[in-house]
């Protein structure tokens, strides 16, 4: 299994809620998935695709970028689970690997190539900065077309077969600055994210 931390948020480090999120929901899954690996999204920096396709014979991607790396981590797992912070929509790097995922496997069909890519199941959890009223936002922003995208590329969408919504935001804001920026710090709604990744965990174990 594959969990990867889609935050663009280069500031907050190893402090990042998303990455946090991931090593915790690593740790939920330990004993089911015992080769649950972390991916930090921000240490595999992407250029958009323009469709050059360079890639079309042997699904190698000619950016300066580390696409390829990227792609043979998530080809290797039949499971991925991403873990996606709402802030501007869909978080551009994640954005970008989804655009050139698609068209490496439109490309190898319009040639006759195996892409290399087995079918998986993927799973999103969304979380943010919000303290209420932000199911619906989260749900429309970012489950629904992240769904939609998993399902384009023939994968199976797990979160259409999970009845809670995988979605939560914060408790509270603080009077003190965040300590990396000029925006007032927040107080994690971790009971929430428990119980959302105590599902996700649930039923992964369930479901290996």
């Not at 990867?4 to 990042?16: D, E, K, M, R, Y």
């Not at 330990?30 to 991916?39: G, N, Q």
């Not at 873990?83 to 790097?93: D, E, F, K, L, M």
Request: glycine share 8%.
């Amino acid at each position: 299994m594959l969990i990867i931390s889609t935050s663009n948020v280069q500031p907050t480090g190893s402090a990042s809620r998303s990455l946090v999120l991931a090593q915790q929901l690593r740790h939920l899954v330990a004993a089911s998935h015992p080769d649950a690996a972390v991916l930090d999204l921000r240490e595999y920096p992407l250029s958009p695709c323009v469709m050059c396709q360079s890639c079309a014979q042997d699904g190698r991607c000619v950016a300066p970028d580390r696409f390829n790396d990227l792609f043979g981590q998530i080809a290797a797992e039949e499971t991925v689970v991403l873990i996606v912070p709402h802030y501007a929509g869909i978080p551009s790097q994640l954005a970008a690997l989804f655009e050139k995922l698609q068209e490496n496997v439109y490309l190898a069909s319009c040639t006759g190539r195996d892409a290399g890519l087995r079918a998986k199941r993927v799973a999103v959890v969304a979380h943010g900065g919000a303290t209420e009223g932000f199911a619906q936002a989260y749900r429309e922003n970012l489950l629904v077309p992240l769904g939609n995208m998993v399902k384009a590329m023939g994968w199976t969408y797990v979160n259409d077969a999970i009845d809670t919504p995988l979605l939560f935001g914060v408790k509270r804001y603080l009077d003190t600055r965040e300590a990396y920026g000029v925006c007032p710090a927040k107080e994690d709604d971790e009971a929430g994210a428990d119980v959302v990744l105590g599902i996700l965990a649930a039923w992964l174990a369930g479901n290996r």
